[in-house]
């Protein structure tokens, strides 16, 4: 079963670039439907991008023309890349793994957008 580490949080202002990573073990990124999904305190779990085992991408309205997902089968890493980073994409970023037989987590990472 594929474990999930997500890395790539940080601190950064309004405006500024980040490029989470979502490194996998255990299975292959290109056998699952992968994911970004986010989540801010007191609301639900909110999911963002994915990208599919044929490199179809699809994206939440809200980060649509700011946010890549791409995926490297070389590195088994997916990553998210973020631009034109607004404050209320403050939140914690979780990389997602999704087949028939399963949804695997990783434990998420913090991306804080302020000035």
């Known amino acids: 079963q594929v474990q999930l580490v997500e890395s790539g949080g940080d601190l950064v202002q309004p405006g500024g670039s980040l490029r989470l990573s979502c490194a996998a073990s255990?299975?292959?990124?290109?056998?699952?439907?992968m994911g970004w999904y986010r989540q801010t305190p007191g609301k639900q779990r909110e999911w963002v991008a994915h990208?599919?085992?044929?490199?179809?991408?699809n994206y939440v309205d809200f980060v649509k023309g700011r946010f890549t997902i791409s995926r490297d089968n070389a590195k088994n890493t997916v990553f998210l890349q973020m631009n034109s980073l607004k404050p209320e994409d403050t939140a914690v970023y979780y990389c997602?793994?999704?087949?028939?037989?399963?949804?695997?987590w990783g434990k998420g990472t913090l991306v804080t957008v302020s000035s």
């Open positions: 255990g299975s292959s990124v290109s056998m699952y439907v």
């Open positions: 990208i599919t085992p044929g490199d179809s991408t």
């Open positions: 997602n793994a999704r087949s028939l037989m399963a949804s695997i």
